[in-house]
């Protein structure tokens, strides 16, 4: 069976994202949908602050599949489509293709945001460094600004 990985981030380019891969994958494929909370190791925050992080943790997981994850699978499932998903926090570039190994798909889709700024001048975009980083093939889908 083939699998493909989806990244979703809740922004409408998620959703063309979504419907690409469900085009791509036909009718005997599945889709795993990847939503990734950004977390980095390297922000520096008190004991305090870290268990307060990890209240909110679950609440942050239950808020996403609620309001992204929970109605993808609902679409796709509604066409026929095998399909499940997760909710990790982490590095977005990292956590996809981590799941793409562990689900042995042949590739991940994710959609090309116009994030700017100084962190992705600095550490780059999630899909410029799963494309240059993954271990399957990266589709990235455009997402029209008009």
Same mark, same amino acid.
């Given at each position: ?20 891969? +469900? +085009? ?32 909110? +943790? ?9 309001? $992204? ?7 796709? +499932? ?29 590739? $991940? ?38």
């Amino acid at each position: 069976m083939t699998v493909l990985i989806v990244g979703l981030d809740g922004s409408p380019g998620g959703e063309k994202a979504v419907e690409h891969a +469900r +085009r791509m994958v036909g009718a005997g494929g599945a889709l795993k949908l990847v939503y990734v909370i950004e977390w980095s190791p390297f922000s520096f925050q008190t004991p305090e602050e870290n268990a307060a992080r990890h209240k909110r +943790r679950e609440e942050e997981i239950a808020i996403a599949h609620e309001r $992204v994850i929970d109605p993808a699978l609902a679409s796709l +499932r509604s066409h026929g489509v095998s399909a499940e998903g997760t909710v990790r926090h982490g590095d977005a570039a990292d956590i996809l293709d981590e799941e793409a190994r562990k689900a042995g798909a042949v590739g $991940v889709v994710i959609a090309r945001t116009s994030a700017s700024g100084l962190k992705s001048r600095i550490f780059g975009s999630v899909a410029a460094n799963l494309v240059m980083h993954a271990s399957v093939p990266v589709t990235v889908v455009p997402v029209s600004e008009k």
